[in-house]
């Protein structure tokens, strides 16, 4: 048996304990951690300056070297965030469903850890206490496989989570850190041990590793987000959704990438289009948007867009412009060159905005609202682990929920299958209410 | 562009119409598809008629053939399901959750079709209605591959489903049959246009589909349940669950193949095995309990197992016994040798019972019932679509919910991300009541 596939059985094993102890033994592991994370805090600065030392022997510059960067705040800040997610509700165990098969034969399905997961991140090193902490509230075994430039601090913060789960009684296996490339690839063929992929970085990263292994991946590789400016758009709310679709964080997936124009709101696009470029945004217009914005007086600068800036995700302020014979044009498109990430219309057509809502395929679709709302934390899910474009068990932003599965659970008093049928028992099949028992 | 990416590209374009018309359309199309199947009953048994006719041709003997046929009592059985499923509640839309992010900017998760999915089936022709009937209920396209041996029948009841689309209204581009082996083959690359593949068949079959696709499977490829007679087990009700779950259908995947016994309980093994034996069950017992056996008077007939004989699934009046220590080691055995398809204990002791539900990481995890309640019908479900041994999406028996995934819509009155923070709006993330509001 390879290396990892013993540490991976092994952390399988660990799991089900973890997974099917009780509610207030996965909270006292998180409090545990908490308190680690604050009795250890000298140690994990260290080795994170250890990190930040080598960062700059390695020429690393910018943003990676600020998301490389812990410090007492940023610790409290992941502490009060373990804390909250150690008081909410232990969601093993809560009924879904409830149904008397018969008199005396029930059956319940309950929520139930996925199993093993693992997760797959760049530089940040605070995402192994967030995504970790999660792992240990759903019941989940985790394999953590940070950046190479963290190495040293994820270490550190990986032994917390371990002992957090020894000082609660539980088996510390439940959570393992993983170093190189190598190990990724070798951990990605452990189909029958492994139940869910999670990447956190690069569309790159994601399709590599979407292509790469037969575990389901739950993210999404491309967030070409469409922003449909309908015949009623308002003026002002379009701009405002445009502007904060596009120039709010650029880099982000849930930004806007393309901008579909009704012919009805064509006079409008060139005040709506100075806005953008006063804001420092590039427009990539069709023949006739960049026609009308040529037009205009004083004249809006736009480039005349190729067919590749179609179903393009900028991650910068370049703005993809396209004029749509209609709302049925506008779906059409979205679903030829859109992620189904999200999508929005504007309009003050309500009949308009519903059909929109009904017909768009996409993951998250929104009206009247800015596509950066597709987010885990605005949607209310609390801790977020991903956004998944995949349509298979969790779509679009995905909290705890996203990591749980169910069971169903039967209880009887020695009926079997064959005391059912015609001349013997019936089914009565009768929904009961769930009483969520767990705290 | 290959033939079959052309049709499932086409098919997926159908099934969006088909996913977000009303409710009222899919039923019509349900209604339709009744009608046809009585106004055609004549062409269908005559095509049926000559698939039987060449399967006797091909020597095709037994159960197969008695799948095969079809017969006007088939077809009215098959008529009251489409009919029943038409009146049954539209799925689609109906909200799961519904949060006020802040006054006036409302968030709903909604059911919505998966979308395209493929279905691979051995002879039976009924399936080509059953599934295909779930699928225009749950708004899903559909390729439907069926057994060579059916080909006539499953062509005409192919078309009838698409001419039930298009009484409706609806794109009748939405369905579509797969003939040959290399179509499957080649359809089974579509990862970026099938959703989910649901194969019928053989453990052999699934495992090969498994093997060869990205594409999630939802189905199981073994059924290697175990019953568990722990020490506090009334022997009545061993015999009766031990007996059920061996031969009421030794075939089914539901069916028990090990039984795990606690050293207590050995005592009373030789009259539950006698009986076992009376129904013409094989035992294969470990050198425990095979010595309980042969030294019991009269002495019960079984053989001595073998390593392989663990986590075996027979399909056959065999079963293998095995002697284990306590209910943490019957445990611990139906991790390492079952399949996670269903496992149940007997017991009298609640305590037991309780630990067995809460500890076992099987789909269906019983307590006092027979293996056998595993199965879509029994739980209450509606249709099946199959018995998932999966974690992801959809666990243990699937009816049509296990076809639906969500959608997240957002509704706002022209709300930016960037209007929210310190010292602007702030979220309400407010529960707010969902009403179902489709019929």
Redesign the interface.
Known sequence: MSAWRSTASRLR?AQ?GL??ASGAARRAALAALSELLEAREEEILAANAADLAQAERDALTGPLLDRLALSAEKLATLRAGVLQLAKGKDPI?QPLLK?E?SPG?V?E?VK?P??VLLVIFESRPDAVIQIGALALKSGNGVLLKGGREAAQSNAVLVRCLQDALQAAGLDPAAVAGVEGRADVAELLELDDLI??VIPRGSGQLVRAI?QGT?I?VLGHAEGVCHLYLDADA?P??AT??A???KT?YPAACNATETLLVHPAFLPQLPRLARALTEAGVRLRADARAHAELSAAAPAVESVLAVESDWGHEWGDLELAVAVVDDLGAAIDWI?RHGSGHTDAI?SEDPAA?EEF???V??????????T????GF???LGAEVGISTG???A???VGVEGLL????????????????GPGKQS?T?RALPTDPTHG
């Open positions: 094993d089900r997974g099917s165990g149904t098969l034969l059956l399905q139930s996925l199993g139940d869910l979407q037969r389901p308002d002002a709310k405002h959704l502007l904060d679709g709010g679903h504007v905005c809502l009904r017909r395929d996409s993951a998250s679709v929104f009206a009247n609202a800015s950066r709302f597709a987010d605005r949607y209310g349509r298979i068990h779509r679009g932003p599965t169910t069971r169903w659970l039967l209880r009887g008093q020695g009926q079997a299958a064959s005391d059912f089914y099949h």
